[in-house]
């Protein structure tokens, strides 16, 4: 083997090394977003759930007084 083809085999592992890197950094990341999206909406299930158990069993004027907390002020 000559000096070029020693540079040429060694510059084309680092590529790949390279490559590979940035492949495990994209999935990761993804992974990680799935794991931030998964835990807003456990919370907002957590939040909906409140408002179900604050409106059940009650009569619709109480439910409306109980629900103008959750509600956005004009």
Known sequence: MSGLETYLIGGGAVFIV???????AVLWGA???RD???????????????IDAAIAG???????????QWSPKP
């Open 18 to 24: 390279w490559l590979l890197t940035i492949l495990k």
């Open 31 to 33: 992974s990680r977003e």
């Open 36 to 50: 931030k999206q998964a835990a807003s909406e456990a919370k907002a299930k957590t939040v909906a759930d409140e």
């Open 58 to 68: 009650r009569k619709p004027d109480a439910n409306r007084k109980e629900l103008g």
